[in-house]
């Protein structure tokens, strides 16, 4: 789960002409910018569009799809697959063609090898590794093939046509700015603010709680102590330990992972501690119907969705199709885009519900 920073378009030749992108878009809904190329009520983009107009969700060129990720052993990866799967389906014209999941680097290149070899028309690589994947996607362009890149970025442009992912900073933005506001509403004046990351040496770890510590700035708030968790519900059960046990009064929690955040709440519970609020990340379906249920701590998620992925399948049908999308006047999909990190309260958690994943 890995942050974008804004890049160039690039071009290359390919057999089905020439990639190129455009502008980074930053966008909650992509699924429904992805249908088509002109405006009904204006005739001259239509025009420019030519044979590329109309509806795109309708059937065109019969396109196969390849896809790989790594092995769904987290709630969150787990349902970068699902998503895949599922709007893949959706499409009478795509074959999808996955191939064995692994977390072994070795093994997913040569996974993707093996799509190279069986000429894909496009590939969606969410890589174990970005910078250890990149010189197997960059064969697949060199190839001819489009590469979308999910979520970890390869480092060198080069090695994909389009990335699509999430906004790690931004996930820190919407959970600092939820508790601050709160925190600057109910009056606390030194609130004590605990944080729980992932994994502490990771980039995208650092560029959350960087976003974390920028909105809370805004509200002359810090974070009092933080400590990483390693996605995993085992150590955010014992991290949450030792933070209760060495805090005894707190005002605000953000977790950064709400598969880890299963032992986290579990902790909780288990101390009987309710003097302060807590906010998730990820957009966890357990961790929704914790807020919706209200009664304890949790009160509101803040988004990072691996319905990316459908979102991906989307784009890589229209590039390997030569289509764009049709909010957008250009007639090539982007070369990169950052889906929104929103945030998930009682009032709003029946509408994201349904895009919540299973930890």
Request: proline residues 5%; charged residues 20%; hydrophobic residues 40%.
């Amino acid at each position: 789960m890995r942050d974008q920073s804004p890049r160039q378009a690039n071009t290359r030749p390919t057999r089905r002409g020439v990639l190129f992108g455009g502008a980074v878009v930053a966008a909650g809904g992509l699924a429904a910018a992805c249908t088509g190329n002109s405006e009904k009520d204006d005739p001259a983009p239509a025009a420019q569009a030519g044979s590329l107009a109309g509806d795109n969700d309708k059937p065109g060129k019969q396109v196969t799809v390849g896809f790989s990720a790594p092995a769904a052993d987290h709630g969150w990866i787990a349902a970068i697959a699902k998503n895949a799967e599922a709007q893949a389906k959706k499409y009478k014209d795509v074959t999808f063609k996955p191939v064995e999941p692994t977390n072994d680097i070795n093994q997913q290149i040569s996974a993707v090898e093996s799509l190279i070899r069986a000429k894909v028309d496009v590939l969606v690589i969410l890589p174990n590794d970005g910078e250890q994947l990149n010189q197997v996607a960059r064969k697949a362009m060199d190839a001819g093939i489009p590469v979308v890149n999910l979520d970890r970025v390869f480092p060198d442009k080069l090695s994909y046509r389009t990335w699509v992912g999430g906004d790690n900073y931004g996930m820190g933005v919407s959970a600092g700015h939820y508790i601050g506001k709160k925190l600057k509403d109910k009056g606390v004046s030194k609130p004590v603010i605990l944080e729980i990351q992932g994994i502490a040496t990771l980039p995208l770890t650092q560029d959350r709680s960087k976003g974390f510590a920028d909105a809370l700035k805004s509200y002359g708030f810090s974070v009092t102590a933080k400590q990483d968790a390693k996605f995993t519900v085992e150590s955010g059960n014992q991290v949450a330990s030792n933070l209760l046990q060495a805090h005894k009064k707190i005002d605000a929690l953000w977790n950064h992972d709400d598969d880890q955040g299963v032992g986290v709440l579990a902790a909780i519970k288990q101390s009987g501690r309710k003097e302060f609020f807590m906010v998730g990340g990820a957009g966890s379906a357990n961790a929704m119907r914790e807020i919706k249920a209200g009664g304890g701590v949790l009160e509101a998620t803040v988004t990072y969705p691996p319905t990316m992925a459908a979102s991906a399948i989307k784009l890589g049908r229209l590039i390997a199709q030569g289509k764009g999308m049709t909010d957008l006047v250009e007639l090539q999909v982007p070369q990169s885009i950052t889906l929104a990190s929103e945030t998930v309260t009682k009032d709003n958690v029946d509408t994201y519900m349904p895009l919540g994943f299973e930890s």
